[in-house]
């Protein structure tokens, strides 16, 4: 047998589909080994400048060093390293030392491996909420558009999945964009929440900093600002144990997994509206929709949002259950899971609204559909109209509304039994009874006269308040986003 090459190599290995398959690179690099460890070289560089400026014998020699190596990375050495350590922290020092022999000797100076575990692991996360947060505008923006273009289009409403009374299909997309601008804001605020675990040392206390500056609190206090300020955050945590407090990674998967749960929703309504031939998501020249069955147009598109939903939501019992059983400073049995759980939400959130997004942009309405729908449940929704207009011609309300319950009973049975159409509305038209109001029967059928105020809140919801929410967004829309697979 032959030997395999890199690319057959890599074959015949499990990889992620949630990279290998679906989300960006942009989210790809975000969680990915290069950034990871070229944070962690950055942030030993600003440890660095930072305790220089405060005092202690580093000089611009070991600080110009370290800043020409932050991205050559020997990630063959490194891993040679942690085999050897069991530590991929020191493994990771011994790495850049190698490189930096005149700055070897302060490299990690003071800080126990959570300063550049952890600290790395907020920027991650800060940065993945900064690419979801456009992401996720987009979404609302093309929903939004949308809405607007059908706010007046009459539609069948359903409760319990049961026909009920008309309201407009951009009201209905009202009720989705609505529950993504909770989950923008939602966003916006775990991202705006979290702060730098900062440094802290091995238990929290600081105890070893404040050893390297002899006692001085006030330059331990400002070491901590310093390199929290090089991060790019305004606040670090004030208390810490080893680690920060894994609350935090609750939190950050709880807005995710909400917004999971949303687009579980939303997609579930386009794949029964496209069972009913009202709407559909895009579907491509050469599509396949069912290698048995030629003629499908599956919802594949909805489809995949509601299985990768399912698995966002889920993620969010590993940080749960974590920060239950983190003893006093930390224990170790977090890492591995951590490793996962993170790095798959935002893997799994970005590729639901990628995907989201596509579909969005596609939605094809059949007009058409939608009205014969209406046509076969609104003579039912129109008796009470009829019952009105009868009274105020002369005639007797009981009456009228005993003429009405055998027609439409009869009316019903046709359609239950017989498998027809819906003739109430000729039945009533053939009954001298109601000879009165034949003529306003057509204005009184009229389905734009069922949807209330719908069109009305679909133009005062977008105006103020979807709108506003997109402000910061404004220069980052973009342009239409296609489908790798």
């Known amino acids: 047998m032959a030997t395999p090459g890199a690319e057959e190599d890599a074959l015949a290995r499990y990889r992620s589909p949630l990279v290998s398959r679906y989300a960006s690179a942009e989210m790809g690099f975000n969680f ?15 440890l660095a400048q930072a305790e220089k400026s405060l005092g202690l014998p580093i000089t611009d020699e070991q600080i110009q060093e ?12 490194a891993a040679e390293e942690e085999k050897k350590l069991r530590h991929d922290v020191m493994a990771h020092v011994h790495t850049f030392a190698h490189c930096c022999p005149k700055a070897a000797a302060i490299i990690h100076l003071g800080a126990t491996s959570c300063y550049v575990g952890d ?6 996360l800060r940065d993945g909420f900064n690419l979801l947060l456009p992401k996720l505008a987009r979404v609302i923006s093309r929903l939004s558009d949308f809405a607007e273009k059908y706010a007046d289009l009459p539609t069948l409403g359903f409760t ?19 529950d993504l601008c909770m989950d923008l804001q939602n966003l916006e605020r775990a991202r705006d929440d979290l702060r730098f675990r900062g440094v802290k040392g091995t238990t929290g206390t600081q105890a070893s900093f404040l050893q390297l500056f002899e006692g001085d609190h006030s330059k331990v206090e ?3 600002r310093l390199v929290t300020a090089k991060a790019g955050f305004k ?27 949303s687009i579980h929703k939303i997609c579930t309504d386009i794949r029964l509206l496209a069972n009913l031939k009202e709407i559909e998501e895009p579907f491509e020249k050469d599509q396949i929709g069912s290698s048995a069955m030629p003629y499908k147009r599956n919802p594949m598109r909805s489809e995949r949002c509601c299985s990768l939903a399912r698995h966002l939501m889920t993620l969010v019992l590993d940080p749960l259950q974590t920060a239950s059983v983190q003893w006093f400073e930390r224990t170790l049995d977090d890492s591995a899971n951590r490793r996962v759980c993170l790095a798959e939400a935002f893997l799994t959130a970005d590729i639901i609204l ?16 939608i009205a014969r729908r209406i046509g076969q449940e609104l003579p039912f929704m129109a008796t009470e109209n009829i019952i009105m207009a009868m009274v105020k011609a002369g005639g007797n309300r009981q009456d009228c509304h005993e003429k009405i319950r055998v027609l439409s009973q009869q009316a019903a049975a046709v359609v ?48 103020e308040e979807v709108r506003p929410a997109l402000i910061p967004y404004q220069g980052k829309m973009g342009g239409k986003i296609e489908l790798a697979l």
């Not at 080994?33 to 560089?45: N, Q």
């Not at 990628?354 to 559909?369: D, H, M, R």
């Open 32 to 46: 990915s080994e290069r950034k990871k460890f070229g944070t962690w070289r950055r942030l030993w560089l600003y």
């Open 119 to 124: 600290n790395t692991d907020l920027i991650v």
């Open 222 to 224: 400002e070491l901590d």
């Open 160 to 178: 319990h999945y049961q026909p009920a009374q008309l309201t407009t299909v951009g009201k209905r997309c009202c009720l989705w964009i609505q």
């Open 235 to 261: 606040r670090a945590y004030m208390v810490t144990g080893q680690t920060y407090s894994r609350k935090v990674d609750i939190e950050v998967l709880s807005v995710l997994a909400s917004l999971g749960a």
């Open 354 to 369: 990628s995907t989201l997004q596509n579909i969005s942009e596609g939605l094809v309405v059949y007009p058409k559909v």
């Open 66 to 77: 370290m800043e020409a190596n932050l991205d050559n990375i020997d990630f063959k050495m």
């Open 416 to 463: 239950k039994q017989e498998g027809g159409d819906n003739d109430f509305i000729a039945r009533v038209r053939a009954d001298p009874y109601f000879s009165p109001i034949h003529k306003q029967l057509d204005s009184l059928l009229d389905p734009s006269s069922f949807t209330g105020r719908a069109p009305q809140q679909v133009a005062k919801f977008l105006k």
